[in-house]
């Protein structure tokens, strides 16, 4: 269960400069999404709050739309709320909060509820999935893009060969630790009352320059669970075998990994939950 505990001003603000892949991915969910002008969204673990200022400045329109963002993270909050001051953005509002428990919103009062990169942090979905079919209207949109647990990252399958290198159990905090499989996602949208309009893969080939941007990248991501599960020496020594591993993948292009995600677009049904 990923702490929400050790994040640090540092990472936030990586996190800021280096989330562009989660950023590009985001718009892709805005697109799929049919987000549009007039329309109210919720942005689910908003992070610094770089896709919510797109949404609400590009997307809904500042006459009537408005996007409302949520994250736990106090430092990544800061972060949003400042961006919102300097970019003068009016429609976008940034509050603390966790997927889990969305009380300080009422019923039926979004048009669209997106989880972007958020979901495979997430432990227990039934809350989740819950919440954000409360809040939506009826035929209101849910989005989840989603790391995908039937084809895991490259990152992901170098960290669980250094695992295994070291002895160390294999399933232990990485990043993205509660992945859903494409069936899986489908059963639990389903089990919340949802519709589900499409869940489509998508693969990404992500370019790092070298190996310390492959760490960082996954250090300010998870928000400082990066394998902080295991004591500062046994760390050191699995950090120091995957600078090894991911500086023999470079190339004069840097390090390109395959990622694997999940989009996923489900409906509230007009008349509540399905029997
Ligand atoms: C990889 S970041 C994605 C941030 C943002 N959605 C984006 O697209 O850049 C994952 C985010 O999930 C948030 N998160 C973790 N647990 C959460 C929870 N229980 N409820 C809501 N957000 C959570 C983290 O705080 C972090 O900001």
Redesign the pocket.
Known sequence: M?S?KL?TRELAEQ?DVI?DK??EH?KLLLADLRVTSGLRVL??????G??GEYAASELVGEQHGEVVG????AL?VDIARQRVLTNRTANHHVHI????NLSQFEDASFDIVY????YH??ADKRPVLAEAFRVLKPTGRLGISVASKDRPHDIQRVLQDVLVEHALYRDATGATPHRVGFSELGSQLEGAGFLIDQIILRSFADVFPNAEAVLDFNSA?S?GNYLTDYTPDTRERVLASLRQRFTALQTAEGIVACRHLLFAVASKPVAGKPA
């Open positions: 990923p929400l994040d996190y989330s989660q950023f985001g942005d689910v673990g908003c992070g610094t770089r896709l949520v994250e736990p993270l990544r909060g966790r997927a889990e989880l972007n990169s958020v942090w997430l991501s928000f």
